[in-house]
């Protein structure tokens, strides 16, 4: 088992690794200040160095990142959603703002608790409700239940079967 110099917090976002003027979009999985974790279905090496694009993360703009590849988990295309396949990064430049929010710092994700709390707009939707979606394979023992928001119980079920792909079913859904 690797050892890790920081340790790693979970975090799911969407990212673009942009590697010698291609671009590829993917899945921040986990990261620490060091290193990040990154689901895609680009297919680097070890050693190659990427520039990785993150979202707005709390109104501060988006963060790049530079990092080496350091390992890179193959599984085959259809179960990359559900095996997590991609690459280890090793950070070896990023901002503060990076760090800080790598490292788990609520300022950058969160307002202060010093500051005024933004007040609440008109224009902003409230939140969609949560589904749990149980799932079963068509021709196989797996079953799984996944959680999402939507609009109603059937476009719950339809996001979650679209982000399967073929050869699941769904067995039951609920609110969460």
Same mark, same amino acid.
């Given at each position: ?34 290193? #990040?974790? *990154? ?14 694009? #993150? ?14 590849? *350091? ?20 950070? #070896? ?52 239940? *996944? ?13 979650? #079967? ?8 769904? *067995? ?5």
């Amino acid at each position: 088992m690797v050892e890790r110099r920081q340790p790693r917090v979970k975090k799911r976002m969407t990212c673009e690794i942009v590697v010698e003027g291609r671009r590829q979009l993917g899945i921040v999985r986990d990261i620490s200040a060091g290193g #990040l974790f *990154v689901q895609t279905q680009a297919h680097l090496t070890p050693g190659q160095v990427v520039d990785v694009h #993150l979202p707005d993360l709390g109104g501060r703009g988006p963060l790049q990142v530079r990092a080496r590849v *350091v390992r890179q988990k193959r599984v085959p295309p259809q179960l990359v959603g559900v095996a997590g396949g991609g690459i280890g990064l090793r950070v #070896l430049d990023a901002s503060p703002a990076f760090r800080g929010f790598a490292e788990g710092a609520r300022p950058l994700l969160e307002p202060a608790e010093e500051a005024a709390p933004e007040p609440a707009r008109e224009q902003d939707a409230p939140a969609s409700p949560r589904f749990h979606v149980r799932v079963k394979q068509s021709a196989g023992p797996r079953s799984r239940t *996944v959680t999402t928001a939507a609009a109603s119980a059937q476009e719950a079920e339809q996001a979650v #079967l679209g982000e399967l792909g073929p050869g699941w079913e769904v *067995v039951e859904t609920g609110r969460a």
